[in-house]
């Protein structure tokens, strides 16, 4: 063969090289191509079944992740109420689907911390509410009541009773939003031979006529309220006095009258849902003072 045949076949065979190397699908250093579709967009899944919400899914984005969260509803058991990502947003490699499940019964979390409650609540597809309540014989954070009761079924929110330290509160220490027909103060006092250095005096000045009357802002955030109402072991030995406390929309509470000098009265009051708590106290001297001695607001039922 000559020079200019052999120049031919050389040519050829190199032809039929770069031939091969384009039909390869190479990037041109030897590498494979992945031609997967990675702009996939997330579907419409709502209101779908769970099977019809992963056929749907699947058909756009064949290889992705597929998680399905519960949660209790009225409708169809099995119907898709929720999806991540949103409809039209980058499909990524995980969906999320949250997919109707039928009533289930009430777990029992009473004694566990509130974190572990809730989390076994709302795994089980229930709202949860914290109700905080004085309990100082656990501790802090813990459930020591639930409502509704362990077991029951058709329920949808669940109110944890939680341990707090700080859900017992002092009137004493709380700003009054209103006072007529004398003053009112933070005072140490004895009633009944027992100190209280944590009392609420309603007094009545030289030029005020009764009743004397105190208002509170409570928020609706407590559920009792309990006191000694007592005269001071200091005050003159006819004294009489008064206690009348009312809500904000004039309901009566409780009304304890005639109160003598050693015999005090200790009072235990529902305040559940109170907005705002009025004290009215009256007393028999001119100058004379209702006490209330350890004058506590809690949560505890």
């Known amino acids: 063969m000559n020079r200019f045949g052999g120049n031919m076949v050389l040519a050829a065979l190199l032809s039929v090289v770069l031939v091969v190397a384009g039909c390869s699908g190479g990037d041109g250093d030897g590498t494979k191509v992945d031609k997967r579709d990675d702009s996939a967009t997330m579907p419409s ?24 969260e ?89 109110v944890l009773d939680v341990a707090r330290a700080d859900a017992v509160q002092s009137l004493a220490e709380l700003e009054p939003v209103e006072v007529d027909g004398g003053g009112v103060d933070a005072v140490d006092v004895v009633i009944n031979t027992e100190p209280y250095p944590q009392a609420l005096e309603l007094s009545r000045g030289p030029y005020e006529s009764n009743p004397m009357m ?54 235990k009051v529902d305040v559940s849902g109170v907005l705002r708590l009025t004290l009215i106290g009256t007393t028999t001297h001119s100058e004379g003072s209702v006490f209330l001695g350890n004058p506590y607001l809690s949560n505890a039922r």
């Open 45 to 68: 899944v709502i209101d779908m079944d769970e099977d019809e919400a992963r056929e749907a899914i699947l058909e756009v984005a064949p290889n992705v992740q597929i998680k399905v």
């Open 70 to 158: 519960t949660r209790q509803d009225s409708g169809d058991e099995g119907r898709v109420l929720d999806q991540e990502p949103s409809v039209g947003d980058d499909i990524g490699s995980k969906v999320t689907l949250t997919v109707a499940v039928g009533s289930l019964p009430v777990p029992d979390v009473v004694g566990e911390s509130i974190g572990d409650a809730t989390k076994a609540l709302e795994d089980a597809g229930f709202e949860v509410e914290e109700n905080p309540v004085s309990d100082p014989s656990v501790q802090d954070g813990t459930v020591v009541g639930q409502t509704p009761a362990a077991g029951a079924m058709n329920e949808a929110t669940v």
């Open 214 to 267: 105190v208002s509170y802002n409570l928020g609706r955030k407590y559920q009792t309220f309990e006191a000694l109402v007592g005269v001071s072991d200091e005050a003159p030995a006819d004294t009489l006095i008064s206690i009348q406390l009312k809500a904000e929309d004039g309901r009566i509470l409780i009304s304890e009258t005639d109160i003598k000098l050693g015999q005090p009265v200790e009072i």
